[in-house]
Nanobody
Framework: QVQLVESGGGLVQPGGSLRLSCTASGSIFRINAMGWYRQAPGKERELAAAITSGGSANYGDSVKGRFTISRDNAKNTVSLQMNSLKPEDTAVYYC?????????????????WGQGTQVTVSS
């Protein structure tokens, strides 16, 4: 089993900052990529930011220049530093991990999601 545990959501005023963290644990052979997606009420889930094991990062257009994703491979942790937050950043943020898992001699590529953490930007 693989678990993703998220932390760091909350309420912040416009222009403020928050930091989200997510740690993966369980039967993991290799984490290929980790990232954060978000879903606002009535909208589809969208990419906020993602990062590969080699450190290549990709950002959604609406967060470029304001959000920074980082990763600690030794701790299986990904963090999202969110600055200059706007009301439109309000959403549930979900951690995502694309992993390779082993079972005996078999290898399985899987995608896992965290339970989500609420980020609310409001005055």
């Amino acid at each position: 089993q693989v678990q993703l545990v998220e932390s760091g959501g909350g309420l912040v005023q416009p222009g403020g900052s928050l930091r989200l963290s997510c740690t993966a644990s369980g039967s993991i052979f290799r984490i290929n990529a980790m990232g954060w997606y978000r879903q606002a009420p009535g909208k589809e889930r969208e990419l906020a930011a993602a990062i590969t094991s080699g450190g290549s990062a990709n950002y959604g257009d609406s967060v470029k220049g304001r959000f920074t994703i980082s990763r600690d491979n030794a701790k299986n942790t990904v963090s999202l530093q969110m600055n200059s937050l706007k009301p439109e950043d309000t959403a549930v943020y979900y951690c995502n991990a694309r992993i390779t898992r082993t079972s005996g001699i078999m290898y399985y590529n899987e995608e896992h999601w965290g339970q989500g953490t609420q980020v609310t930007v409001s005055s």
